[in-house]
């Protein structure tokens, strides 16, 4: 099936999100889309799946305009979407999610789920997925939820499907195996829209890339392109892909935490006996998939869980019982995970929420008076060494791309000495180019004599970072191991293989290369 999107705009009030866009994705094709986070890729693909209007343009489906009016339109126009955040009912079983929305029906108008097993099995059975029709979904690992949701489009005859940032959520050995199973559907005939902003695993299933930046494209490249190339694309401007970074000499251990486990409101150890230590100038990241406890393990180190048991401690001092402004106070800057609801507030000025952690000491403050002059002063000087692309330090921090929040975020964690620097998810949502700088100060706060942590789904970030290694899997550690260990051994871990078991899995594997 050849799909055809033509000068498709896409308005948000004043926002364009897509502006005069053409995509053509050939049957039997895998066409990437690459593009940083907000460029407008998702919006693209939400447009053509029925869920979006287009202010502009048109679709063509073998050359016949088509206008969906949801994604019931899409489906039967043999267009198939599986989102990031998958649409499944954990309780039901496959077989149940399948069926929803095309339910068959015996007489008497009771549900009848066999037809929709033996399609499952089926397809299961074409592509080698593994699936049991009557598993309950919240028992599946997210790769096999994956699969689910392939599944549910192929049920409805899909011939193109949209994997919008499929890989998200997934181990190495999934993405692999994600990766395979296009390569199948590529061979059966089926046509794919590949959205990503990683490039390795653009590159490694493309037939043809088109890079979106701005809600614009801004070019088409051959898979075979230099990353370089495609990263230069993606931000604008020539950018180095890779961080030169001396070996650590690291100091004292400083930061040390001891049993450590933390409680989810419905008793759940959702952090599972921790124990680890970091020393002043190393970098220690924490590797695992969303949701194995890193959130948690972090809001415990800043006192913002309240089920902890163990010990926290920062150069000799427990932290565990204080409070978050005790735990700043005691010299550790933190960058959550989610900036624009923890790191900042949007409707105050960039200027503001650089000294949210300062703002009532000196400078910025003198009784229950505060400096305009200090804060001012401050501003334009974090503006102007972060590079921070903003109107005014006056402007609301909102108004500002992720990339830039993210600057603002950092320049004012270390805007003081630190005896310990957190950042979750550091780079999430950053361009190329703002990943490349936020990773060089990163390396200067490390070679500076400060510990660091690192906590990063991003395995590229964690292989670029680290000095050492921690995996958590379902909020256990599997093992600490260096951080030139092979991307195999860490995906083993992840999976939930202790570091031992996964290194000499990985050593007799590859004859001892790790």
């Known amino acids: 099936m050849k799909l055809e999107l033509i000068g498709i705009t896409k308005r948000f ?111 299961s059975d074409q592509y080698g997925f593994d699936v049991d029709p009557d598993a309950v979904v919240e028992d599946l690992p997210v790769g096999v939820q994956q699969r689910v949701e392939i599944i549910k489009a192929l049920v409805r005859d899909a011939e193109v499907l949209i994997l919008d940032e499929p890989t998200a959520v ?72 890779t961080l030169d970074k001396q070996p650590a000499t690291p100091g004292a251990v400083t930061f040390s935490v001891r049993d450590l486990t933390v409680q989810a409101a419905n008793g759940q150890r959702v952090v599972d006996g921790l124990s680890f230590d970091v020393a002043e100038g190393e970098i220690l990241a924490i590797a695992g998939v969303q949701g194995n406890g890193q959130t948690e393990l972090t809001e415990a180190i800043m006192g913002l869980q309240d089920h902890v048991t163990g010990s926290i401690s920062l150069g000799g001092d ?14 550790v800057g933190f960058v959550p995970e989610d900036r624009s609801v923890e790191g900042l507030v949007g409707t105050f000025s960039v200027a503001e929420n650089l000294i949210l952690n300062r703002y009532d000491g000196a400078p910025f403050a003198k009784g229950l008076s505060m400096s305009q002059a200090a804060i001012a002063r401050n ?34 964690e270390f805007s003081r000495p630190l005896k ?11 361009d190329v180019g703002s990943i490349e700088f936020l990773h060089r100060r990163i390396v200067a706060e490390r070679d500076s004599g400060t510990p660091v942590i690192i906590v990063s789904t991003e395995l590229d970030e964690v292989l670029e970072l680290a000095d050492r290694i921690a995996v958590l899997y379902r909020g256990r550690l599997m093992g600490i191991v260096p951080g030139t260990v092979s991307r195999d051994v860490l995906g083993l871990m992840m999976a939930g293989m202790s570091g031992d078991e996964a290194l000499a899995q990985a050593h007799d594997v590859q004859g001892g290369d790790l």
């Open 13 to 123: 009030g004043s926002l364009v999100a897509n502006d005069s866009i053409d995509l053509v994705v050939e049957p039997g094709q895998v066409h990437s889309l690459l593009g940083e986070n907000g460029a407008g890729k998702s919006t693209l693909m939400n447009v053509l799946y029925g869920l979006y209007d287009p202010s502009e343009g048109e679709i063509l489906v073998n050359d016949k305009p088509v206008t969906f009016k949801g994604p019931g339109d899409a489906m039967a126009s043999g267009i198939g979407m599986v989102h990031q955040h998958f649409m499944l009912v954990p309780v039901f079983t496959v077989a149940e999610n399948v069926a929803l929305g095309n339910e068959a029906t015996k007489a008497g108008g009771m549900l009848d789920l066999q037809e929709t097993r033996t399609r499952i099995r089926q397809i």
């Open 170 to 241: 997934l181990t190495p050995k999934e993405t692999d195996e994600l990766l395979g199973i296009m390569a199948q559907l590529k061979a059966d005939g089926k046509s794919i829209v590949f959205i990503s902003h990683k490039l390795r695993e653009v590159k490694a299933v493309s037939d043809v890339i088109t890079v979106i930046r701005r809600g614009k494209v801004v070019g088409t490249a051959d898979p075979d392109a230099p990353t370089t190339e495609l990263a230069s694309l993606m931000v604008g401007r020539s950018v180095s892909l």
């Open 318 to 331: 427990e932290l565990v019982g204080r409070r978050v402004k005790d735990v700043i106070r005691a010299g």
């Open 379 to 412: 501003a334009d000087e974090k503006i102007a060494e972060y590079d921070v692309r903003t109107q005014s330090a006056s402007a609301p921090a909102g108004t500002l791309s992720g990339g830039n929040q993210q600057k603002v975020v950092m320049a004012r």
């Open 420 to 430: 310990l620097f957190i950042a979750s998810q550091p780079t999430r949502g950053v």
